[in-house]
């Protein structure tokens, strides 16, 4: 039978944490965004369709990902 009492926990700072999971939100977007623009430029049948989901894409995320990394480094 295995002892559980013998394992310790893993302490983990909560600084380092909300860091990790900044940049996994980070490159989740980044991967998110090149898969998003590359559909769109694919497969969009109108131009001026593409260019606006585009542009309102990333005029509402890029602000939302600044504002979340500036809270992630006060924390």
């Known amino acids: ?3 559980f009492n013998q394992i310790q926990a893993v302490d983990i700072p909560i ?3 909300v860091m990790l999971v900044f940049y996994f939100v980070l490159g989740t977007y980044a ?3 090149a ?3 590359y559909h ?9 369709v593409t260019l606006y989901t ?4 990333f005029t ?5 990902l600044i504002i ?8």
């Open 15 to 17: 600084h380092t944490l």
């Open 31 to 33: 991967i998110f965004s």
């Open 35 to 37: 898969v998003l623009y």
């Open 60 to 64: 509402t995320t890029i602000p939302l």
């Open 40 to 48: 769109w430029k694919t497969y969009g049948s109108d131009e001026k």
């Open 1 to 3: 039978m295995l002892d």
């Open 54 to 57: 585009l542009i309102l894409f």
């Open 68 to 75: 979340m990394g500036i809270l992630a480094f006060f924390i």
